[in-house]
Each structure stands twice: as C-alpha cells, then as structure tokens.
C-alpha cells in the first residue's frame, strides 16, 4: 500500500498536498480499497468556505457511501473535473488525478495537527 511522504493524513482518510497556501484534497488508497469501486463523486461545495472537519462532499462506491471531510479550513476553489466522469480515478490514482478539490488555506498552522505517512500507516496498522 502506498502512503507518500509528502502529503499529510487525516484519521478520516483523507490526503492533503499542500502547496504554498493552496492544497490539493483526496482520499487515501487505503479508504478507496475499504470503499471499493467508486461509481460516483458528489461536490457541491465549491466557492465555499468550510471549516477543519465540515463535510465537503461524498463519494458513492458500489457498496456504501462516504462522506468527505476537511482535513483543514478553507476555500473550495475547485473541484476536479475529471471526476464527473471518470469517478474510478479515485480507485486507480488516489493520489495523481483522482484528488477531489483545490483549496485555498485559511490557516496554514492546521497542518501540524495532521499525520504524516508514518503516523497514518500505524493508524491503519499497513
């Protein structure tokens, strides 16, 4: 199972990619294998302004849904587009072009509350 360094880790299983005060938000490889086969990625919340915690969205696999939280505050500045209709993106690049949105960081001190990839790995016991 891959849990790139880079990025930091929620206990929802969620990634965030931070980039400057803009950050790309996904879910891990390991929720998307725990969901299986996604068949739909539900995002209304662009231009919002949601809090660390606020549900952002869902994503709908052949067996359950899920909902996505934000691993920190921000604005949604986007949602990727490339989910509408290829939502399996999650399952097969959970970390390149399956990522769900771009955020701007309300503030950036929220990242140090997250886990790093060893600390997640523990938690998932990988």
Do not use: C
């Not at 919340?45 to 909902?67: I, N, P, R």
């Not at 587009?81 to 970390?95: F, G, I, K, Q």
């Amino acid at each position: 199972m891959n849990f790139p360094e880079n990025l930091k880790y929620t206990k929802d299983h969620e990634w965030i990619l931070v980039e400057g005060d803009e950050a790309k938000i996904g879910i891990t490889e390991f929720a998307q294998g725990e969901l299986g086969d996604i068949v739909f990625v539900d995002i209304s919340s662009e231009g919002e302004t949601l809090q660390s915690e606020e549900v952002f969205g869902s994503v709908e696999a052949v067996k359950t849904v899920s909902e996505l939280y934000m691993p920190v505050s921000g604005e949604i500045l986007e949602v990727n587009p490339h989910l509408e209709n290829a939502p399996e993106t999650v399952n097969s690049d959970p970390y390149g072009m399956g990522w769900m949105v771009r955020v701007k960081l309300s503030d950036t001190d929220q990242i140090e509350g997250l886990m790093s990839a060893e600390q997640y790995r523990e938690m998932v016991g990988a």
